[in-house]
């Protein structure tokens, strides 16, 4: 058993586990490397090199996950949605009416080969590659985040015209939210059955709607599907950035693991919920500080936080100017923590 189930079934552990959110990515010079010859689609959609991108880390860092090489855009093609990168994912066509979301095949007709095969390809090699002690996580994009890119065509401050299309046409919005949640749920289980262990469900725009909008619009489908993978047996990681003032609603969805964003207190969420495995979350920022800076503020935080059921990461995706040193400072202070196998807490 590695770090991560046994912290997911509550079993004592000798440290905290310890993965970082985007550590796949362009903060290695392996992968820049590799981004003078592909682009990110080249990358992602061809399994050999996907699988060596989702090992790249460990060159550098004995992480106790690897995140697959995918984006949460990854399995819109199986809808028909035609899309990009530059360097964030660009719509040929964004979904602009009632018209263009009833276009879109119900989720029934997917066939689940069809979604993003490279993924679960992807997985297959690494988890035949990956030392046991280490878990392969996969991920999917939770609902709303990906109809965020989906409306808006493209990344934008605040989306704004996801925002105009939930108050203009708020049924085809419930419709699409339906569709991307059948479409999602299949995804998700096939990355389980290629040897993904747990599924983290990116909700990195959850906080765009006010409150009330997020649970009538938003909130059924997320639910939907997280019970949807929870019947299936999938260990769920529930992620939300952006969105402090929907924490609260968050704690009340089933998921084995929730993870939040480096503006929530994790101590204060821990005394909230003893229960509940917890992942994260210090700021990504701190660690463009010098290293002996990200040493201190690590140790502060792990001094706080009760060790049981935390998995330690940070509040969002590693920035891409992030140094290697301040990497190395984060793992090193997180590694060295004794805890001897004790509840702590
Ligand atoms: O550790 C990893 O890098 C794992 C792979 C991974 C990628 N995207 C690869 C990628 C993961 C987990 C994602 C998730 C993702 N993609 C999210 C959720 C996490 C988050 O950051 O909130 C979102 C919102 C996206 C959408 C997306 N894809 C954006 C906004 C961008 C451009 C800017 C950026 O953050 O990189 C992408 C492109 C993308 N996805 C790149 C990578 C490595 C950059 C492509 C390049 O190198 O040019």
Known sequence: ????????????????????????????????????????LELSRDPELAAE?????????????????????????????????????VLEKPIRSAADVAALPEPEELDPEQIAPEVAATQR?????????????????????LA????QGQGARDFPALRAFVYSEPEAFSE????????????????F?????????FDSWAGLLEVADWRR??????????DELGEAGVP???????????????????????????????????????DLCLQGNLDPALLLAPPDVVRRHTEAFLQRMPPRGHIVNLGHGLLPQTPLDSIHAFFETVRSEQLDGVRTA
């Open 53 to 89: 991108v989702t090992l790249l880390p460990f060159r550098h860092f004995d992480f106790d996950a690897a995140i697959t090489f995918a984006d949460i855009m990854s399995p819109l093609p199986a809808l028909g949605v035609q899309l990009d990168f530059s360097p964030g994912p």
């Open 217 to 226: 619009h938003v909130r059924p489908h997320l639910l939907n599907l997280l």
């Open 148 to 151: 965020a890119y989906l409306i």
């Open 1 to 40: 058993m590695n770090l991560i189930q046994a912290t997911l079934s509550g079993d004592p552990v000798p440290r905290r586990p310890l993965w970082i959110m985007r550590q796949a990515g362009r903060v290695l010079p392996e992968y820049r490397a590799l981004k003078e010859k592909y682009s990110f």
């Open 125 to 145: 090699i690494v988890a035949g590659e990956l030392p046991a002690h280490r878990a392969l996580l996969g991920f999917v994009g939770a609902p709303l985040t």
């Open 176 to 191: 699409l939210l339906r569709k991307l949640t059948g479409l999602t749920a299949k995804y998700a289980k096939s990355q």
């Open 236 to 274: 769920r990681i529930l992620f939300l950035h952006s969105a402090p003032q929907l924490v609260p609603s968050f704690l009340e969805l089933p998921c084995e693991v929730l993870g939040v964003d480096w503006r929530t207190d994790l101590v204060e969420l821990r005394a909230q919920r003893p």
């Open 193 to 201: 059955e290629a040897g993904a262990e747990a599924i983290q469900v």
